[in-house]
């Protein structure tokens, strides 16, 4: 089936440097991806929508400038997390579309972020 | 615009129990329904989904789900519990065409106790 290959799966940086985690489609062309962040014991929120080869569109609320989605490939999607701060620590998963994927999503397996 | 409601957060019950977990949306179009399954520290993974057809869907591990359109729900159940299905279950609506983004509810914790 659909495998989306999420990496690092848990990260520690420094405040005020930057992390960026990728995810890849493994087995099928990913038209379009959605990126999450997630609380503890909360829900998903989706923090941006991303399209092979053109701009994301964020959320309402979610800063772009901080938050770099680049998705050059059918392949391939990172979030780039910059200038991070302690309240950036969280959960962040990755989850891609494609046609063939009979409506469905499939998930990265998520990566941890801890801002130090 | 659709939404999602899952009215436990948290399900206690006894292995090889039988569980229900709750999922009512709200939508003025046709969607299409999904439950997930979220291990600790781990992305979701889909356990079932509705699309059309047979409203009785069976998914992984055991588990399914009956979709009603008259009482807009999508229950997903499961006759006999392990401790391995110890996780958060999330239901999730998309609609018929349209955005592609799905809607998640808010979550259910599934805690089977020996």
């Known amino acids: 089936g659909a495998v989306v290959s999420q990496h690092p799966s848990r990260v520690i940086c420094k405040s005020g440097t930057s992390v960026k985690i990728e995810c890849r489609s493994l087995?099928?062309?990913?038209?379009?991806m959605f990126w999450y962040r997630q609380f503890p014991k909360q829900s998903l929120m989706l923090m941006a929508t991303?399209?092979?080869?053109?701009?994301?569109?964020?959320e309402q609320g979610v800063e772009k400038d901080k938050f770099l989605i680049n998705h050059a490939s059918l392949t391939l999607s990172t979030l780039t997390v910059t200038s991070a701060h302690p309240e950036d620590s969280s959960f962040y998963i990755c989850?891609?579309?494609?046609?063939?994927?009979?409506?469905?999503?499939?998930f990265g397996s998520g990566t941890r972020l801890t801002v130090v | 615009a659709q939404s999602v409601t899952q009215l436990d957060s948290q399900v206690p019950v006894f292995e090889e129990a039988p569980v229900e977990l709750r999922c009512n949306y709200s939508?003025?179009?046709?969607?299409?329904l999904f439950w997930y399954v979220q291990y600790p520290n781990q992305g979701l993974q889909l356990l079932l989904k509705?699309?059309?057809?047979?409203?009785l869907v069976k998914g992984i591990n055991g588990f399914e789900a009956e979709f009603n359109k008259s009482q807009t729900s999508f229950h997903l159940r499961k006759p006999s519990v392990h401790i391995s299905d110890t996780a958060e279950y999330f239901c999730?609506?998309?609609?018929?065409?349209?955005?592609?983004?799905?809607?998640f509810g808010r979550g259910t914790s599934l805690i089977v106790h020996p």
């Open positions: 991303s399209n092979e080869g053109s701009k994301a569109t964020y």
């Open positions: 999730a609506v998309r609609a018929l065409g349209g955005s592609y983004i799905p809607t």
């Open positions: 509705y699309l059309s057809g047979s409203t």
């Open positions: 989850s891609a579309r494609s046609e063939g994927t009979n409506y469905g999503y499939t």
């Open positions: 087995d099928f062309q990913a038209t379009t």
């Open positions: 939508s003025s179009v046709s969607v299409y």
